[in-house]
Nanobody, 116 residues
Framework: VQLQASGGGLVQPGGSLRLSCAAS????????VAWYRRAPGKQREFVAR????????NYAESVKGRFTISRDITKNAVSLQMNSLKPEDTANYLC??????????WGQGTQVTVSS
């Protein structure tokens, strides 16, 4: 299984970016797909999770109301729409998928930098 993360870049505070995690197998075969992030000098932290089959989502408190995770069925991907970005959102964003039998897969990261 391969996960391809894309969409990162440099954006000013208050701006938006849309990340995509494209999977090499049907996203509905995963129990859940999630985004994590790791900022320099900090531990990896959870950002958002989606259960593809039911559409259930949950978010870290720090991104609630600003980020939206969703299915992109046409691309067999899970997207993360990030609005009202803050400098503290700067991090390497990682895509993770877990199968029903608890196998874990990580994609490579995509860098998000929020700076004026």
């Amino acid at each position: 299984v391969q996960l391809q993360a894309s969409g990162g870049g440099l954006v000013q505070p208050g701006g938006s970016l849309r990340l995509s995690c494209a999977a090499s197998r049907n996203i509905f075969s995963f129990n859940d797909v999630a985004w994590y992030r790791r900022a320099p000098g900090k531990q990896r932290e959870f950002v958002a999770r989606l259960i593809p089959s039911g559409g259930f989502t949950n978010y870290a408190e720090s991104v609630k109301g600003r980020f939206t995770i969703s299915r992109d069925i046409t691309k067999n991907a899970v997207s993360l729409q990030m609005n009202s970005l803050k400098p503290e959102d700067t991090a390497n964003y990682l895509c993770h998928a877990r199968t029903i039998d608890n196998r874990n897969y990580w994609g490579q990261g995509t860098q998000v930098t929020v700076s004026s």
